[in-house]
């Protein structure tokens, strides 16, 4: 069992930066695939970013290729999404999620644990 906690968002300009953390408790965090995920008003909740427990596989969606970045400190049972270049479009509730074993998904349906999300919002 694993229970995350994201934090990091808020409101910010268009061209600005936000870093989103996500705290996991459990103590087989590092053999966990993490991902962050978002949803916008209306919309399906989608795929931006996953790297699996030993950092050699990660994988962004297209359109947050180049200016999103995804690390975790095994150490510290944290993963974050560093965020630059935020534009309008990126405005949506982040998630953070988990999913035991070396399997680095890009769905919703390939992770067992998810955060309550944090709020992103970037005005133009």
């Known amino acids: 069992q694993v229970q995350l906690v994201e934090s990091g968002g808020g409101l910010v300009q268009a061209g600005g930066s936000l870093r989103l953390s996500c705290a996991a408790s459990g103590r087989t965090f590092s053999s966990y695939a993490m991902g962050w995920f978002r949803q916008a008003p209306g919309k399906e909740r989608e795929f931006v970013a996953a790297r699996g427990w030993s950092g050699v596989s990660t994988y962004y969606a297209d359109s947050v290729k180049g200016r999103f970045t995804i690390s975790r400190d095994n150490a510290k049972n944290t993963v974050y999404l560093q965020m630059n270049s935020l534009k309008p479009e990126d405005t949506a509730v982040y998630y953070c999620?988990?999913?035991?074993?070396?399997?680095?998904?890009?769905?919703?349906?390939?992770?067992?644990?998810w955060g309550q999300g944090t709020q992103v919002t970037v005005s133009s």
């Open positions: 999620a988990a999913q035991p074993g070396t399997a680095v998904g890009r769905t919703v349906a390939g992770y067992s644990y």
